[in-house]
């Protein structure tokens, strides 16, 4: 096979290691959010119920727990 030539230049180097660094930031940020979201959507699955509760339990009537979950 032949041999390869390959030109740098000095200009087009620096900007594309600065747009890399800017693209590892958003890959960042996005893994970050993605995270955060997968962790609020369990965390709002498995607390919406008991907060409901809690809240039942303490307001004004002061209802039994089985008054609570009862369907009627």
Not at 16 to 22: L, Q, T
Not at 30 to 47: D, L, N
């Given at each position: 096979?032949?041999?390869?030539?390959?030109?740098?230049?000095?200009?087009?180097?620096?900007?594309?290691?600065?747009?890399?660094?800017?693209?590892s930031?958003?890959?960042?940020?996005?893994?970050?959010?993605?995270?955060?979201m997968?962790?609020?959507?369990?965390i709002?699955?498995?607390?919406?119920?008991?907060?409901?509760?809690i809240?039942?339990?303490?307001?004004?009537?002061?209802p039994?727990?089985?008054?609570?979950?009862?369907?009627?």
């Amino acid at each position: 096979m032949g041999s390869r030539v390959t030109l740098k230049s000095k200009g087009k180097s620096v900007k594309g290691a600065k747009g890399a660094e800017e693209k590892s930031m958003t890959d960042c940020v996005k893994e970050w959010s993605t995270w955060t979201m997968k962790k609020a959507k369990v965390i709002t699955h498995y607390g919406f119920i008991p907060l409901v509760i809690i809240i039942g339990m303490n307001s004004d009537p002061k209802p039994q727990l089985y008054q609570l979950l009862s369907p009627v």
